[in-house]
């Protein structure tokens, strides 16, 4: 007989990368296995953990104490997880116990219920003892003519019937169903339930494929599945169903599929669309569940019973059987990128994912594509593959820019940059029972409010950031922390009796649009109109029904809709982001504003977009208007490689960031961080690293703590790998590490 292991490390879901040893009680041995969830002891309670490792001999000298449940039949994490977790820690320098909790949903880590929420249970009366012949029946029931309706009722449907069925639906009498169960006729049985919302949403089974659409499958297909591929299709080019194809045929081999999206594009359109081609087959991880929702979901999935999960960033991590394809839908989104530690980006750990699983394949899509996945492209990492034409040779929609600086405006508009020609087209829109969209990234009524006589804006006093000025609730609003405060009316410094509201946000807008088109039924969608479940799915079935004429909102509205009534699209003012003091500023204007350009005309009636600027002439603008992520990247790779100061995709990069209630130690925490990294660099690194700063962040304050950052770049991945990692271990809870930052702000 093999002795089992008596130790195990178990890693718990904190900020330490440590393991803990723990000893496995002899009853638990069969469920102690790297990749379960253990309960253990720990100083004032316990905590649920994963097991690590197993050994026979303790590897820390702590005062070992038993592990004290191990909830987990099979383990909740496969050993791709785990691997999955481990690089997570190693390449973004995060904590192994903050890599482990990021993978498992939060009810899985709860102690007070270690096994999760509980199933959804149906109570079902079934029938135990047959009553064959019609002379016993009467013999049997012959006191009781309710139970023998209930027993034959029971019998019509099959044998057995969940009891709310029979009770609510058939009026059947509870007392005789019970009388079934006593007299041993029947017995109640639970029977585990999958709660699942989407479970009404369902489309018509999909089109058939477009030549190029099965060109772009077969020549994927094609390819070996290391590779992972890039799908570069235009908008409307019908890149969902390529996805759906391919993952039918992986679906098909017995395997099975994630189809991350995001979070924004989750929409009705979208699950509707997956579940008309696999069914029940589908668990959509979406962020408005339940507990007990997702938990049910992440149980269907592990116990194989759903094969293809569709999700945001986290769904990466689905614990889908079998792996066989990762969809990664618009790889561009900022929101695949996780704000807080382990800061992974979901594009590129499904890639790792992918790879750890063995033979899952990796398919990106966009019609955006980052400047990293197209450098990638270049370098014969990715193949890529072209739909250069919209479903049904339907052209792409002209885009017009209108200078702001010299087009004519509607003389009502007053401060608002509403142009004729923009109205003019939404009006005609309106006029043919059209759908217009317009997009302007920047929520709340105003954007500051200025004294006219001193200049002084106002700041909210945690975060060096001017306070938007709301409507509905009325009040001025932080946007970082919520910090909130009346909108005053008279200036704090000068006295000036007068207060100038400046920059204009989507409440404003709406109020403007409604006042010019009073028929108009308008929808807005934004942060402020969505905070409630499910708002933003209702927003949009409407927009689908045509009860909405015109919907407008932020960068909410941009992505994966796909209305064939819209007809034309507006930006309000596409220089809302355009300026700010990242890299990545002109990126995310190209993105934003040809993406939303992409929603115009996608029916027979075709579309039109008029994008209003003060830059006209800016590549990102010249690049959306044309459509053409190529003339963006042919404009701006050259503004992000030496000689230019080098950025990604030309070099990698980490940022680190210091942050803290006093601004002189904040500072001084950053120059030590900044001294730290340049010693590395040189000492160790043989001038691999390239240091700037440190500098204050351009938001320097935020939720009350003063903000340093230091950026660190490197040509060589390997270099930067080693630096978090040395930091990792250092552990300093001031400092904030974030290899691959997609926000320097
Ligand atoms: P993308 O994601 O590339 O912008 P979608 O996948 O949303 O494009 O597809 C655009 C539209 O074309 C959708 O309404 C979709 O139903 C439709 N479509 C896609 N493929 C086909 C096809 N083979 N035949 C007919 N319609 C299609
Ligand atoms: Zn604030």
Redesign the pocket.
């Known amino acids: 007989m093999i002795p089992s292991a008596r130790y195990a490390e178990v890693v718990l879901p904190v900020p330490v990368s440590r393991a803990y040893t723990y000893q496995i009680p002899d009853g638990l041995a069969d469920h102690v296995v790297p990749g379960a969830r253990v309960v253990v002891p720990v100083r004032r309670g316990a905590v649920v953990g994963i097991v690590t490792a197993l050994n026979d001999q303790p590897s820390a000298v702590n005062d070992i104490k038993p592990i004290s449940a191990a909830p987990d039949a099979e383990p909740a994490l496969s050993d791709a997880l785990l691997g999955l977790g481990r690089w997570m820690s190693d390449y973004y320098g995060a904590p192994l116990g903050l890599a482990l909790r990021a993978i498992l949903p939060g009810p899985l880590w709860s102690v007070a219920r270690p096994e999760g929420p509980n199933e959804a249970a149906e109570r079902v009366l079934v029938i135990t003892g047959r009553v064959e012949s019609l002379l016993e029946r009467e013999r049997v029931f012959k006191r009781s003519p309710k139970r023998r309706v209930a027993y034959e009722a029971v019998e019509a449907l099959g044998g057995s019937a969940p009891l709310s069925h029979l009770v609510d639906r058939l009026n059947l009498s509870a007392t005789a169903i019970d009388g079934l169960v006593r007299q041993g006729l029947a017995r109640v049985d639970r029977v585990a339930q999958t709660r699942d919302p989407f479970a009404g949403l369902s489309s018509p089974p999909p089109?058939?494929?477009?030549a190029d659409?099965q060109r772009v499958v077969a020549a994927i297909e094609a390819t070996p599945a290391e590779t992972p591929v890039l799908i570069h299709?235009v908008?409307?080019?019908?890149?969902?169903?390529v996805y759906l194809d391919l993952l039918r045929g992986v679906v098909a081999s017995g395997r099975g599929a994630i189809l991350l999206v995001p979070e924004i594009a989750l929409t009705p359109q979208t699950v509707a669309r997956v579940r008309g081609v696999f069914g029940d087959q589908v668990a959509v991880l979406h962020s408005g569940l339940s507990d007990g929702e997702r938990a049910d979901a992440w149980r269907a999935l592990r116990r194989g019973e759903r094969r293809v999960a569709v999700g945001p960033r986290s769904a990466v991590f689905a614990p889908v059987q079998r792996l066989g394809a990762i969809v990664v839908d618009e790889e561009h989104d900022a929101s695949y990128k996780q704000g807080s530690a382990p800061r992974y980006h979901a594009r590129d750990a499904a890639i790792e994912r992918a790879r750890l699983e063995g033979g899952a394949r990796v398919i990106l899509g966009s019609?955006t594509p980052s400047l990293e996945t197209l450098d990638l492209g270049l370098q014969g990492r990715i193949a890529t593959f072209a739909l250069p034409e919209r479903?049904g040779a339907r052209p792409l929609p002209p885009v017009e820019v209108i200078d702001l600086k010299t087009a004519s405006r509607v003389p009502e508009a007053g401060v608002i940059p509403w142009t004729e020609a923009l109205d003019g087209a939404v009006g005609g829109a309106l006029a043919r029972g059209e759908q217009a969209i317009l997009l302007l990234n920047r929520r709340g009524f105003a954007t500051f409010v200025q004294c006219p006589a001193c200049g002084d804006v106002r700041s909210c006093p945690n975060c060096a950031i001017a306070l938007t000025v709301h409507q509905t609730p009325a009040g001025m609003r932080c946007h970082y922390c919520g910090h909130e405060a009346p909108v005053p009316e008279k200036c704090r410094v000068c006295g000036n009796l007068t207060q100038r509201l400046r920059g204009l946000g989507t409440q404003q807008l709406e109020h403007f649009v409604a006042s010019r088109f009073p028929a108009a039924r308008i929808a807005r969608m934004d942060l402020d109109t969505t905070s409630t479940k499910w708002a933003h799915h209702r927003i949009l079935e409407r927009v689908a029904r045509g009860e909405v004429d015109i919907l407008l909102g932020t960068q909410m509205i941009a992505k994966g809709l796909?209305f064939p009534n819209v007809t034309v699209v507006g930006v309000v003012d596409a220089d809302t982001g355009l300026h700010f003091p990242d890299f990545r500023a002109a990126e995310r204007t190209f993105q934003l504003v040809a993406q939303v350009a992409?929603r115009a005309g996608?029916g027979p009636k075709g579309g039109r977009v008029f994008v209003q600027t003060r830059s006209p002439d800016h590549h990102a603008i010249r690049a959306a208007a044309a459509h053409s992520v190529e003339a963006f990247a042919a404009a701006e790779l050259p503004l992000r490689t030496p000689p230019a100061p080098p950025y990604p995709p030309s070099v990698g990069l980490v940022r680190f960031v210091a942050s803290g209630r006093d601004e002189a130690r904040t500072a001084a925490i950053a120059e030590r961080v900044a001294a730290w990294l340049r010693r590395a660099g040189t000492e160790r690194l043989g001038g691999a690293l390239t240091v700037l700063g440190p500098a204050p962040c351009p938001i320097t304050r935020l939720r009350g703590l003063w903000r340093w950052h230091v950026l660190v770049k490197a040509a060589e991945a390997r270099a930067l790998g080693r630096v978090v990692r040395a930091w990792r271990s250092k552990s300093h809870r001031a400092v904030t590490v974030d290899r691959d930052p997609v926000s320097l702000l």
């Open positions: 089109p058939t494929l477009t659409q299709g908008t409307g080019s019908g890149k969902t169903l019609a479903i796909d992409g996608r």
